[in-house]
């Protein structure tokens, strides 16, 4: 079983790319702990802070994984002092975690899941077309896919043309269907809802910011 997880700091200040770095640290700590679920960072996106992160796409793998990832789903929250403002003031700050697709397998096409069946169409044409069943409608059955052709008169070559139809039509939905796995990803992005959080994160006891404060490339926990 494989999960991809998302964490988004979404439109968040610069302390929720902070947030993030951290989580995915707590969570990657978490599931070193377990012997059923193993996680790989997939793909990163800087904060503009050394050590931060807009988001982090995680591979959660293993035989626990999903109902791992699940624990982890939803709003997140690091609570803890800013690392880069002085004074008292907000600690909650606040991650989107969301499962997602990760691309689209393509669609095999082989000539042996088709169904070619010669029919006659109607239509302009001449005696010719309606006297022969030349025409040929093609049937790919994983799919369902479907497409009719009658442009010439033999069925040779309506049938060469029908597969070709097909092959195309099978590659174009599998355009769509990745592009619509990528917007979906992004949306993600602007989903994150502040408050109510399924889980709340605190540093370590005896962690303290001043390194960051202080211009640490790497702020602690």
Partial sequence: MTVHLLLSAGRGPQEC?????????????????????????????????PGTFLSVLLEISGDAAEKFADSWTGTLCWQAPSPYRTGPGRKNWYVTAQQVRVGVTPTVFDEADVDLVPCRTGGPGGQHRNKASTAVRATHRPSGTVVVVDTERQFSLNRGIALRLLRERLEAGDTAAGRAVEAARRRVHDELVRGNPVRVERPNPGCSSSRARAGATRPPE
């Fill in 17 to 49: 790319a902070w947030a993030v770095a951290r989580l995915v640290r707590r969570l990657e700590a978490d599931a070193g702990g377990r012997e059923k679920v193993s996680t790989r960072r997939v793909e990163t996106v800087a904060g503009e802070r």
